[in-house]
């Protein structure tokens, strides 16, 4: 499995705040990577610092061997991000708002339309997509940003708290599209409040807390070491 | 360039909203409707007009008067009676909104060569700019009359001497010298057509600054509070790109919105002046004086006011990354109004060159000034001033767009934020 990212002492800090004090990890291709932690650990730093939206204060990150600093407009290029708290612009209708996206990733409209079949599979929003994304629900927004994120087929997708503000029946649909666009080979970072939804999804956790990561590892291969039952009390006994 | 056009295409169709399109073709409609009333209303003021007479003297003289009346499209509503009180009322109830009494005696009055005295009563019933025409139009015919028994007088009297020049011994020629050209002429007539020719200007420009501005705020505002401007900062496009579609953006639908708005304001205030606005005759010493834009004047200020609108453009992008929604970016307006607004008022009430070293030297810091300077100096031959203008524009922008630039490419784009209490960092 080749590596897709790779973080190595990753530091940010906010004036005298530190909001990551140095975390290394790597994600290899198709894996999904999830980052689990209080709130105020560094999971959104981390990934907004990934999806080249913050600079890092010091260390080094590569996505498929090109340096964060040096390169971000080719990291761009190879991963698509999807904040926690995302909106699409509310006076396009869905499906030219996939099309306002995929023109950007698309070498040809070809491509483009290929994109756009797909992201209308994964968001499954039927006729609704013909409407201003202004009259959907928060439930239908997220879908729509997901079927953005990954219509493309990026190498590495940023998913911050995929599932958030969505009902049990959407979260299940929007973790299991996650789950089989990773068989297809694309890796994930994911950072998310649910432990379930954690030890579902991922392949590999890292438990971060104060801008340091504690511990990683697989989900099985943690709650052994810590002898725990679920991921919450894995987290527990190594915060102590 | 694909990338940019689907960019700029999304940013346009985000400002082109239904109510603004609702909201500019009201207005036109509004200036529009406006102007044709006023159009119509002053049409109606030149028209044939009613006026009340009661003419107590019946002498040739009284009739001379009348006759003059009748000559300046008057329709004379004769009153009866010796009454004056009772020709008011009269002239009250009825839809004449003049009334002239003309004493007995009056004839023999101007015989003797006594102040002979017409009354006359103006009923007030607008306070529209036609009603108080009517009474002016009056005032003129009553001093046409003055003059021609005055002539008439002084021609029986000393028929050895024209009447004008008994009565305007001294008379003054007029010249105006513009630069090193001069024409016979009033300066307060020229610098009247001037002003006419040139009044929208400033109007237009400091509409267009105002809105692209706005726009260009709202438009980074509603990026932060839509949340969509983190996933937008994440698209393999150059951050370059997205400061210019957004600007370019403004820069179109705020000249759209500007032109659409002139056009509507054009006719009211069309409507409103009239022909007063014209100045028949001026042609001839207007071009004596050089006083005319010649290809490259109107290319000057044509650059000039590019400028402007690129520095208000460049500012506008800065101040909305500080804004954190879109009621914020409403009060982030407040320095650029305030910077335009120093000019545009100056532009009415003052000449920059009089004021004192120090406030001259403010003004022209300020980069909206130069596009405002732009029309007088190039009709006054300044063309130096307007270059400099232009160049020093050039470099404010220059320093703008560079701020702006490393803004946009650096995390500030999410961290800046004008904050009047200090909040905790969110992580």
Redesign the interface.
């Known amino acids: 499995m080749s590596t897709i990212l790779r973080v190595d002492g990753l530091k940010k800090s ?2 005298n ?1 530190e ?1 990551l004090k140095g975390i290394s990890f790597e994600v290899g291709e198709g894996e999904i990577f999830a980052l689990i932690g209080p ?4 999971k ?2 981390t990934l ?1 610092i990934i ?5 890092p204060s010091g260390g080094q990150a590569e996505v498929l061997g090109f340096d964060l600093k040096k390169h971000p ?1 080719k990291i ?2 190879k ?5 926690e ?8 209708r869905g499906t030219d708002y996939l099309k ?2 995929a ?3 698309a070498d040809t409209p070809g491509e483009a339309e290929a994109f756009i079949k797909r992201a209308l599979a994964i968001a499954d929003l039927g006729p609704r997509l013909n409407e201003k994304v202004g009259t959907y629900s928060k439930g239908m927004v997220r879908k729509l ?1 997901l079927a ?1 994120a990954l219509m493309t087929k990026p190498a590495l997708a940023i998913l911050d708290e995929p599932t958030s503000g969505l009902d049990v029946i959407n979260s299940l649909e929007v973790r299991e599209i996650i789950k089989r666009f990773a068989k297809e080979g694309i890796s994930v970072l994911l950072s998310s409040h649910n432990m379930l939804e954690i030890e579902f999804l991922s392949d590999r956790v890292a438990l971060i807390d104060r801008g340091l990561i504690l511990d990683s590892g697989t989900s099985g291969g943690l709650k052994d070491k810590y002898e725990a039952p679920n991921l919450e009390v894995v987290f527990r006994s190594a915060v102590r | 360039m ?2 940019f056009k ?1 960019l700029l295409v ?1 940013e346009v ?2 400002l082109v ?1 239904k109510q603004l399109i609702v909201s500019l073709v009201m207005t036109m409609l509004l200036f529009y409707f406006i102007g044709n009333l006023a159009k119509t209303e002053m049409k109606r003021a030149q028209a044939v007009q009613k006026i009340s007479v009661m003419d107590l003297d019946r002498t040739p003289v009284s009739e001379g008067l009348t006759g003059s009346l009748k000559s300046a499209n008057f329709e004379i509503d004769w009153v009866k009676g010796d009454d004056t009180e009772a020709a008011v009322q009269e002239a009250r109830k009825g839809d004449s909104n003049l009334l002239l009494v003309i004493p007995k005696g009056f004839g023999e009055s101007v015989g003797r060569l006594e102040p002979a005295q017409v009354s006359t009563y103006t009923f007030l019933r607008s306070f529209s700019v036609s009603g108080i025409r009517k009474s002016e139009i009056l005032k003129a015919v009553v001093s046409a009359t003055n003059k021609y028994l005055s002539d008439d007088i002084l021609r029986k009297e000393l028929p050895a001497v024209p009447p004008e020049t008994l009565k305007t011994p001294i008379r003054s020629r007029d010249f105006v010298i513009v630069k090193d050209r001069m024409a016979e002429g009033s300066a307060a007539a020229i610098s009247g057509f001037v002003y006419s020719q040139s009044v929208f200007l400033p109007i237009i420009l400091f509409m267009i600054i105002l809105y692209s501005s706005q726009m260009v705020i709202s438009a980074i505002a509603m990026e932060k509070q ?3 401007l ?2 937008l ?6 951050r370059s790109s997205i400061v210019t579609a957004k600007m370019t953006a403004a820069g179109l639908v705020g000249l759209l919105s500007a032109a659409i708005y002139m056009v509507g304001m054009r006719s009211f205030m069309g409507g409103m002046m009239g022909d007063m606005g014209s100045g028949a005759g001026m042609g001839p010493v207007i071009e004596q004086l050089g006083l005319t834009m010649n290809g490259t004047g109107y290319l000057l200020l044509g650059v000039s006011l590019f400028f402007a609108i690129l520095v208000a453009l460049a500012m506008a992008t800065i101040l909305g990354v500080l804004a954190e929604d879109f009621r914020a970016a409403q009060s982030l307006i407040l320095p650029i109004v305030l910077l335009a607004m120093i000019p545009y008022m100056l532009s009415f009430f003052s000449d920059v060159n009089t004021l004192p070293l120090p406030i001259k030297l403010f003004v022209l810091a300020i980069p909206f000034s130069h596009p405002f300077l732009a029309t007088p100096n190039i009709l006054l031959g300044n063309i130096g001033a307007v270059i400099y203008g232009i160049l020093y524009m050039m470099a404010v922008f220059a320093v703008l767009i560079i701020i702006a630039a490393r803004i946009f490419s ?2 500030r784009v ?2 800046m934020k004008l904050r009047w209490r200090k909040k905790p ?1 969110v ?1």
């Open positions: 906010y004036g705040l909001a709130n105020g650990a560094g959104t730093t907004r999806a080249t939206l913050l600079s407009d761009r290029e991963i698509s991000y999807l904040p708290e995302a909106g699409a612009y509310r006076n396009l306002f996206m023109n950007f990733y940003l953005r | 694909k990338k689907n999304k169709r985000e909203t839509n949340k969509t983190e996933t900062l994440t698209v393999p496009i150059p650096t995390d999410l961290t960092v992580l």
